[in-house]
């Protein structure tokens, strides 16, 4: 007789004698009931039982950028762990744990000297114990694979055997780090925590959340930006079978617009909760609402784009470098360009959810969020609670790229549970998800340069014209802020250069989208050198490396330089590996771009093929990077492929249009991504050394897309200066 056990009905717990929680990749080493190994307690990021099992907190947010593993293979290779004895278990919010968000490739920038002292710290109170109880010289000391070894006689000392002596030693401020070239975990591939879990199905998402006594809720919100409820009739929705209640969610009510900078409150709207998640679509479908739009700008893409062209000849200058006009009177040649980037919507595959139970002066709270402490301030402004009363768990994250940094949804949440005296777990549809997003601006380009006889560009002028997510999100800085900035490249690379901004006032919710301003801007500034490439009639990366000139430290801003000797070298790798220079077939052709990113160099050269009816097939994609040390490579990989893609795809398909102040998109069928099948050839290499890692989730995606474009107008002469591709061959 078979047995079958649904997907997500049951996932396996280790629990220590502390009470606390182990799940990780190694669940099958969970101990009997017959007897508990005591745990001790190091730090708030490592516990050792005396079974010699040792369990690593991920405090991070695990967003699909494999932090949950990363972080943990640093504490372990510091500490001297055996990675097949660790377990790693998800932290909740908590202050002792310092940053705890997921944003911006930050994770292991901002944690790497951290995770490295912490297991540092653990490995001398370990060591210092043994040379205790051995007599061994600490200097003679080191760990491995879970022991304390006498480096002369090779006499080891497995971790348990020290834990009550260690755990009496105080923690030195200041250890000495192992050197790199003594480590084995943190350099080797390694699978992802969860790996298992999430192939069969038994990995517990935000949206899997069960509690006792749960209800289910969806929200229908004003599908205009900044609209509000005028009314609606309830009895439509509690028609269907299983709905209990129909609730309106109105932002006025709980301070306006903005929880904060950078912390959009919820969107006006109407919530119906029910006994399942499906009754409650199948009410939200039936609810009659009368939508409140007398004051909303009820904006349209073209009029928007027609503003942000307009805006172009009025703005205001972020960087002046040298003489622009006196560059252009100087020039053998002067060349101009217009690109348009549309709005994306981040489209993540787990849709906004979130689970409250909020009841007797205590909010617990289970969030796929980015950050975590937006959402308790947010809580704490809505409801005037104090800290301690609230509680966050931070369940594993179906996709985020900047969007689940907001916490507008779990407000919503917050509410109906405090409303409704027991748990809610609230789901949004697709169709709420992708029309209630904070998108990445779109915005109007304008390229100039002027070059001299010999082909060098001797002046430089970028114009931006957009919305301001700075100014939609209520960001610190001026009213209408830019995503021009004076360190954006090339600056420090042109003797003449001037960096300007147009802003256009707009109600569209505009927010954070993977990489950023990069994601946006390298396509004009790559797409422009190969344009000016062309033009002198040179190969694109000569012209590249023309431009960017010897290998040198270039002063930027302050005292932020510009590594040119990283960024030629990953050039010229990506070269070779593309075969740049050999013939392809007529129709194909090869496209180049490179930018810097979090920290990492990263060069793109893309290859497609495009048929006599405009069909274009992204054949092979090739990337070099430098990102310092790579801690899990396997990982990084996952990233730049990732990254790849989503750019690949933005390029190709992406395009939010507003009509009459509403999102026209609703779902993956009008807002496509890259299929399966389409997926092109990838050949990626890290450049090794031994310098501080930087981030990797967002650098990969900003040179897809100028690549793209680049390889389209090698393919068939047609330049791409408007986003999306799809459709303009």
Known sequence: METRIERREFIKLGLTASGALMVGVHLESCLSAERQPDTFSFSPLIQIDTDGWVTLIAKNPEIGQGVKTSLPMILAEELGADWNKVRIEQADFDKKYDEQWAGGSYAIILNWDLMRRAGAQVRYALMSAAAKQMHWPMEQLSTKNGQVIHNQTGDQLPFESLLQEASLISLPEEVELKPIDDYNIVGKSQPQTDLDGIVTGTSIFGIDIKRPNMVYATVRKNPVYEGGVKRFDAASAKSVSGVLEVIELNNKVYGGRLLGPNSPNFVNGVAVVANSTWAAFKGAEKLEVEWDNENARKENLEELFQKFHDQLSETTIERKDGDILQAHNDSASHHEAIYEVPF??????????????????????????????????????????????????????????????????????????????????????????????????????????????????????????????????????????????????????????????????????????????????????????????????????????????????????????????????????????????????????????????????????????????????????????????????????????????????????????????????????????????????????????????????????????????????????????????????
Not at 490 to 513: K, T
Not at 583 to 608: C, D, H, Y
């Open 344 to 729: 994306w919507a981040h489209i993540t595959m787990e849709p906004m959810n979130c689970t409250v139970d909020f009841q007797e002066g205590m909010c617990e709270v289970w969030a796929p969020t980015q950050n975590p402490e937006a959402l308790q301030n947010g809580l704490i402004k809505l409801f005037g609670l104090q800290p301690e009363q609230i509680k966050i768990h931070m369940p594993r994250i179906g996709g985020a790229f900047g969007r689940r940094y907001y916490v507008d949804y779990a407000m919503d949440t917050a509410i109906l549970s405090k409303k409704m005296g027991r748990p809610v777990k609230l789901t949004w549809t697709r169709e709420e998800d992708l029309k209630h997003d904070w998108y990445r601006p779109g915005g109007v380009h304008k390229m100039a340069a002027s070059l001299d006889k010999n082909g060098k560009v001797i002046g430089w002028q970028h114009i931006l014209a957009n919305a301001s997510r700075m100014t939609s999100l209520g960001r610190e800085g001026r009213v209408a802020d830019t995503e021009l900035d004076e360190y954006e490249f090339p600056a420090g690379f042109v003797p003449n250069l001037q960096l300007e901004y147009g802003h256009v006032l707009s109600d569209v919710p505009l927010g954070q989208w993977r990489a950023v301003s990069a994601s946006a801007n390298a396509f004009p500034i790559n797409c422009f050198l190969d344009e000016l490439a062309y033009a002198q009639k040179k190969d694109p990366i000569d012209f590249f490396l023309e431009f960017l000139g010897p290998a040198r430290m270039v002063p930027v801003v302050g005292t932020y330089e510009f590594d040119n000797g990283r960024f030629i070298h990953v050039i010229e790798r990506v070269r070779e590996n593309s075969n740049w220079n050999s013939p392809l077939p007529e129709g194909q052709g090869r496209g180049f771009a490179a930018r810097k990113g979090a920290g990492s160099f990263i060069a793109e050269v893309v290859t497609v093929e495009v048929d006599t009816n405009g069909n274009i097939k992204i054949l092979r994609v090739d990337a070099v990077v430098d990102c310092g040390l790579v801690v899990n490579p396997s990982g990084a990989e996952a990233q730049v492929e990732g990254g790849i893609l989503e750019g690949l795809s933005a390029a190709m398909f992406g395009e939010i249009s507003m009509k009459n102040g509403a999102t026209e998109q609703s779902n993956f069928h009008d807002y496509r991504w890259i299929r399966m099948r389409e997926v092109p050839e990838f050949h990626i290499e890290f450049i090794k050394n031994d310098l501080p890692p930087r981030g990797l989730g967002e650098p990969p995606l900003p040179p897809a897309i100028p690549a793209l474009a680049n390889a389209i107008f090698a393919a068939t002469g047609k330049r791409i200066r408007k986003l999306p591709i799809d459709g303009q061959l």
